[in-house]
Nanobody, 111 residues
Framework: QVQLVESGGGLVQAGGSLRLSCAASRGACSMNAMGWYRQAPGKQRELVARITSSGSTNYADSVKGRFTISRDNAKNTVYLQMNSLKPEDTAVYYC?????WGRGTQVTVSS
């Protein structure tokens, strides 16, 4: 069993930045792709960004150029740097690795 713990969420004004972190309890995730997803009220969960074990990345069109995903396999941690935040980025952000999910961290962007 792998536990994923997200941190770094909070309340920020539009145009601001936040950095999310997701720490895995074991090293199993270092061999797998890891991703950040988000779910806004009344909407389906969607992929925000994904990074493979070798570092290849892909992003949702809505966050390209504003968000950056990275990982530190030695620390079993994946990051999401979010810049130029918009109110529509407001959601609960979840980290995922293989079949495992974190409990999420709330990001709220005020206008």
């Amino acid at each position: 069993q792998v536990q994923l713990v997200e941190s770094g969420g909070g309340l920020v004004q539009a145009g601001g930045s936040l950095r999310l972190s997701c720490a895995a309890s074991r090293g199993a995730c270092s061999m797998n792709a890891m991703g950040w997803y988000r779910q806004a009220p009344g909407k389906q969960r969607e992929l925000v960004a994904r990074i493979t074990s070798s570092g290849s990345t892909n992003y949702a069109d809505s966050v390209k150029g504003r968000f950056t995903i990275s990982r530190d396999n030695a620390k079993n941690t994946v990051y999401l740097q979010m810049n130029s935040l918009k109110p529509e980025d407001t959601a609960v952000y979840y980290c995922s690795c293989y079949v495992y999910w974190g409990r999420g961290t709330q990001v709220t962007v005020s206008s």
